[in-house]
């Protein structure tokens, strides 16, 4: 059981790690061990998710929820299979957790007399800046 936040635990049957091998550097050793981790976890059907969370959640992780509702997070920052394990669960839970936070609502606010005056003048002084740049006019007789 992964505790997410007070209200959200996962169970740990719904995460589920492959092991691949990272690219990059690292000599001979790099060709022939799996440490790099992709985790998998099914956020459009987890049981573990209140719908609210689960909505917000798929929208934050973007290109990484795939078209089946699954979040991948791939993890090869470190050398050992254990660290990238631990880094990659991490992501997910702080990628939930920020999911969990309900967004503030916004309330519609009005421009200030004060503020509409400000702009106004700022908006004369500049035309007039503007205007004083042109050729003067001369009158022909």
């Known amino acids: 059981m992964i505790q997410v936040t007070p209200d959200i635990r996962l169970e740990e049957s719904e995460i589920k790690e492959d092991f691949i091998r990272a690219s990059g550097p690292g000599g001979q050793k790099v060709?022939?061990?799996?440490?790099a981790v992709q985790l998998r976890f099914d956020a459009a059907h987890s049981p573990s998710l209140p719908e609210d969370?689960?909505?917000?959640?798929?929208?934050?992780?973007?290109?990484?929820?795939?078209?089946?509702?699954?979040l991948v997070i791939e993890a090869k920052r470190f050398?050992?299979?254990?660290?990238?394990?631990?880094?990659?669960?991490?992501?997910?839970?702080?990628?939930?957790?920020?999911?969990?936070?309900?967004?503030?609502?916004?309330?519609?606010?009005?421009?200030?007399?004060e503020s509409k005056e400000r702009r106004l003048k700022g908006k004369r002084e500049r035309s007039e800046t503007k205007q004083r740049r042109s050729p003067v006019q001369t009158l022909e007789e």
């Open 31 to 35: 060709n022939k061990t799996a440490t």
């Open 53 to 70: 969370v689960r909505r917000r959640l798929i929208r934050l992780a973007g290109r990484r929820v795939n078209e089946d509702g699954v």
């Open 79 to 113: 050398r050992t299979q254990e660290s990238n394990r631990r880094d990659a669960l991490d992501r997910l839970v702080r990628l939930i957790r920020r999911a969990a936070e309900k967004p503030k609502t916004r309330r519609p606010t009005k421009p200030t007399k």
